[in-house]
């Protein structure tokens, strides 16, 4: 059983500039709420060690693999709970131009295996709440 999660923000920024932030891994500490740090490099297969810190709940190391990067436009990587089946996310960070300097950026997860269905409630809430504390933080940071 999968479920999805998707988020949404326009940004006043280019796409290069929204691209640029997002991929400067680095810096996550100093602006996303969400995401508090991610280590490695934003490569085609990289493994990362990312840490996120949901909303009201307890902070989670994971380590993703890198599955697409198309500069510019698209980041997504698919993380596991020791198997595959058991608790699968695939993350997607996609970049849209709107014209005008203006970008729409999108944050969608698909989790899916054995634990999602007792999972999902809780989940679902501080996940979204997560995405959209980034979605605003990024805008900030590009923005300022």
């Given at each position: ?10 940004i ?23 995401i ?7 490569k ?18 994971f ?7 198309k ?14 089946g058991?608790?699968?996310?695939e ?21 899916s295996?054995?634990?999602?269905p ?27």
């Amino acid at each position: 059983m999968a479920k999805a999660l998707d988020t949404h923000i326009e940004i006043n920024a280019s796409t290069e500039t929204v691209w640029q932030v997002l991929i400067d891994f680095g810096r996550y500490s100093q602006w996303n709420p969400f995401i508090r740090s991610v280590r490695g490099e934003a490569k085609q297969g990289e493994k990362l060690e990312v840490f996120i810190q949901p909303p009201g709940g307890s902070g989670m190391l994971f380590r993703p693999v890198i599955l697409t990067l198309k500069p510019g436009c698209e980041l997504r990587w698919l993380g596991r709970f020791l198997l595959p089946g058991i608790f699968d996310g695939e993350h997607q960070f996609q970049i849209e131009p709107l014209g005008d300097n203006r970008t729409r950026f999108i944050q969608r997860e698909v989790f899916s295996g054995l634990l999602v269905p007792f999972l999902w409630s809780s989940l679902s809430r501080r996940t979204r709440q997560g995405f959209e504390e980034m979605n605003r933080a990024l805008k900030m940071q590009v923005e300022q």
